[in-house]
T-cell receptor, first 113, second 114 residues
Framework: AQTVTQSQPEMSVQEAETVTLSCTYD???????LFWYKQPPSRQMILVIR??????QNATENRFSVNFQKAAKSFSLKISDSQLGDAAMYFC??????????FGEGTQLTVNP | EAGVTQSPTHLIKTRGQQATLRCSPI?????VYWYQQALGLGLQFLLW???????NRGNFPPRFSGRQFPNYSSELNVNALELEDSALYLC?????????????FGPGTRLTVL
């Protein structure tokens, strides 16, 4: 069974600084997708970034980028120029085509002014 | 483009009652997923519907059931409510035939069982 592990229950960062959230996963599949979602206090799950396993290039979305290490089964999220609005619970998720998502336990990110 | 919508926002029931939660997917999306987010238990997969059929279900008892309508909206029913069913229920939709099948989430329904 696939598992996703986020080893950092809480992280904090100063506004305008950079922070990296860690995620590891376990799978025997070769074709899969990885996602980072954020869940602010409103509880709405918002897609931050996605990565297809077959792509070697790391995904980037504005201030958000990932470091995808397929052999190590690692998928970290880097947030640059952190903003107060980035404060949220961040979930790493794994999925294959047309199937459920498996989520990590989440990392609570605090952004200090 | 309208996102995934869920109703009601909050639902309060007593133990033993039945709860019905509703979800409308993004236009053009045929798949609907249901997840339970209980305090301290993370996000757990409940059910997946696509083209009107149940495709997969998570490790939940049969009193959790649902259906998908011809317009792809979906209903989650929870029978014989128990206190531990109190949770945030999230619905997500995806365009099944798209390459990445990215799931987009609704705002959730907060179910409280007293």
């Amino acid at each position: 069974a696939q598992t996703v592990t986020q080893s950092q229950p809480e992280m904090s960062v100063q506004e305008a600084e950079t922070v990296t959230l860690s995620c590891t996963y376990d799978t025997s599949e070769s074709d899969y997708y990885l996602f980072w979602y954020k869940q602010p206090p409103s509880r709405q799950m918002i897609l931050v970034i996605r990565q297809e396993a077959y792509k070697q290039q790391n995904a980037t979305e504005n201030r958000f980028s990932v470091n995808f290490q397929k052999a190590a089964k690692s998928f970290s999220l880097k947030i640059s120029d952190s903003q107060l609005g980035d404060a949220a619970m961040y979930f790493c998720a794994y999925g294959t085509s047309g199937s459920r998502l498996t989520f990590g336990e989440g990392t609570q990110l605090t952004v200090n002014p | 483009e309208a996102g995934v919508t869920q109703s009601p926002t909050h639902l309060i029931k007593t133990r033993g009652q039945q709860a019905t939660l509703r979800c409308s997917p993004i236009s053009g999306h045929t798949s609907v997923y249901w997840y339970q987010q209980a305090l301290g238990l993370g996000l757990q997969f409940l059910l997946w519907y696509d083209e009107g059929e149940e495709r997969n279900r998570g490790n939940f008892p049969p009193r959790f059931s649902g259906r998908q309508f011809p317009n792809y909206s979906s209903e989650l029913n929870v029978n014989a409510l128990e206190l531990e069913d109190s949770a945030l229920y999230l619905c997500a939709s995806s365009q099944q035939r798209a390459k990445t099948d990215t799931q987009y989430f609704g705002p959730g329904t907060r179910l409280t069982v007293l």
